[in-house]
């Protein structure tokens, strides 16, 4: 693959993939997420107080849930697939299927964050 | 879409087979202690009266808090699990990582230095982790 590539996020976002294509993209940024979440956890082990103090800020707690959690249900579908191939035909039901269960697990881990954030 | 029907002894094992297999048995084994490790907490709840997230904090920080588990058993277990977890994270992030990063950068010396150096910092990474979730 080339380092010079003529299109646009918005355009590569549109490709005839679409959905699945989303659920690719935003299974990447998800992983990217966790490893850098990951490096400010090991740093937390070490002992770095700041990177304790982010781990504890609800906006870092936020939006890693949001990446982490999409990470972990695709992942899950594509393991599922890859499991049973069969299902495969059945990919962009399996794609529905997952937007619904990251919607209610996402949005309840939002409230949780928020609701200890601000309190109430 | 058809279903895919190839055998993996037809597909052959080459580095991508190895790797695809071995990124999927590291996220079952991830799931797999994700539910063990909430059932175990939860049992550990029951047992010892402890708050299920106080022991959660406590196995993935032991170096922050003091530790809330009464008995031995539990402290091994619980640390065995997490520091499974970080071993299987370790293992299936340097995968993932590479393989992002192997779509962007085609240089070959880039892409080699790249697999040095996630490899590198994911064995020190764990064995850091290792090392302060064992002796916290």
Redesign the interface.
């Known amino acids: ?3 010079k590539r003529n299109v646009s996020l918005s355009t590569a976002l549109g490709y005839k993939g679409q959905g699945p294509y989303l659920t690719f993209i935003l299974h ?1 940024i998800g ?2 997420a ?2 850098v979440f ?2 400010v ?2 740093l ?4 770095v107080q700041s990177m ?1 103090t982010l781990m504890s800020n609800w906006l870092f707690q936020a939006f890693f849930l949001v990446f982490g959690l999409f990470h972990a249900i695709n ?2 579908r594509i ?1 599922i697939l ?2 049973f ?5 059945h ?1 962009r039901i399996a794609i529905s299927i997952e937007w619904v269960a990251y919607v209610l697990v996402a949005g309840f881990a939002l409230f949780v964050v928020l609701r200890t954030a601000f309190g109430g | ?5 190839l055998s993996i002894k037809k597909r052959g094992l080459n580095f991508e087979t190895f790797m695809w297999a071995f990124t ?1 048995f590291t ?2 084994a991830m ?1 797999g202690l994700i539910i063990v490790g909430v059932l175990g907490g939860l049992r550990l709840s029951m047992i010892t009266g402890v708050n299920f997230g106080d022991i959660m904090y406590w196995a ?2 032991p ?2 808090v003091s530790n809330p588990l009464g008995q031995v058993w539990m402290n091994i277990i619980a640390r065995l699990m997490v520091i499974a977890f970080v071993l299987v ?2 293992g299936h ?1 340097v995968h ?2 590479l393989e ?1 990063w192997d ?4 240089s070959e010396k880039a892409r080699r230095w790249a697999r040095n150096i996630v490899i590198s910092y994911a064995i020190v ?1 764990s064995i ?2 290792i090392y ?2 064992l002796s916290a």
């Not at chain 1, 937390?44 to 002992?47: F, K, M, R």
């Open positions: 693959m080339g380092l990447r992983g990217s966790l490893f990951f490096t956890y090991i937390s082990l070490v002992g304790h992942g899950l393991t890859d499991i191939p069969k299902l495969i035909e990919f | 879409m058809a279903a895919r029907t999927r996220v079952i799931y993935f920080f170096n922050m994270v370790c992030g993932g990582v992002i779509d962007y950068v085609t990474a850091i982790a302060v979730i």
